[in-house]
């Protein structure tokens, strides 16, 4: 038999269950519009069903990119510049 446990969620659109199996987890969500089901893998079964703190973005420069400050001014488009 598999016995699931409530994830505790600041959201009131669903319901999280997990329950351990060989590996991992089976995560079941399960919404007024819905209900679905995926495989967590976690072979310890270290996930203590809490989310992890969000990561702040890793903004890169395209290599072609002009260095802050150095980009070119705005031109004026006129019907003649169309050739």
């Known amino acids: 038999m598999l016995t699931y446990e409530t994830l505790e969620s600041n959201s009131a659109l669903f319901v999280t269950l997990r329950t351990a199996v060989p590996g991992g987890w089976l995560v079941v969500v399960d919404a007024d519009y819905g209900t ?31 260095p802050a400050g150095t980009e070119p001014e705005p031109q004026a488009f006129t019907p003649a510049d169309q050739g």
């Open 36 to 66: 679905g089901v995926t495989f967590f893998p976690d072979p310890d079964h270290a996930w203590d069903g809490s989310s992890v703190p969000p990561r702040e973005p890793i903004v890169t420069p395209s290599a072609d990119a002009a």
